[in-house]
Nanobody, 128 residues
Framework: QVQLVESGGGLVQAGGSLRLSCAASGRTFSSFAMGWFRQAPGKEREFVAAINWSGSDTDYADFVKGRFTISRDHAKSTLYLQMDSLKPEDTALYYC?????????????????????WGQGTQVTVSS
């Protein structure tokens, strides 16, 4: 079992920055790929970023490339999402997730169905 708790969301003006954190507990954190997703009202949950088990490989949705950075700290069992140059369209509930399947050392899953544990989410609101 894995427990995930997100934090760091809030209200920020367009062009600002936020850093989301996801504290993991339970099964061995360092063994699994992890990711961030977001869901805006009335829309489906969408992929934002993913990182492989070691932190050596990352993947991003096109709409956040160059603005967001995913990272992980194994010593702290924590996943991060640094969000810069935020836009109003980034407003959403942001979730972290863990994938417990293994598809190679560089595995960075990008679909909801590839993830098995989810946090409760943290709200990010970007004002114009």
């Amino acid at each position: 079992q894995v427990q995930l708790v997100e934090s760091g969301g809030g209200l920020v003006q367009a062009g600002g920055s936020l850093r989301l954190s996801c504290a993991a507990s339970g099964r061995t954190f360092s063994s699994f790929a992890m990711g961030w997703f977001r869901q805006a009202p009335g829309k489906e949950r969408e992929f934002v970023a993913a990182i492989n088990w070691s932190g050596s490989d990352t993947d991003y949705a096109d709409f956040v490339k160059g603005r967001f950075t995913i990272s992980r700290d194994h010593a702290k069992s924590t996943l991060y999402l640094q969000m810069d140059s935020l836009k109003p369209e980034d407003t959403a509930l942001y979730y972290c997730a863990v994938s417990t399947q293994y598809n190679g050392r560089r595995y960075t899953p990008s679909s909801v169905s590839e993830y098995h544990y989810w946090g409760q989410g943290t709200q990010v609101t970007v004002s114009s």
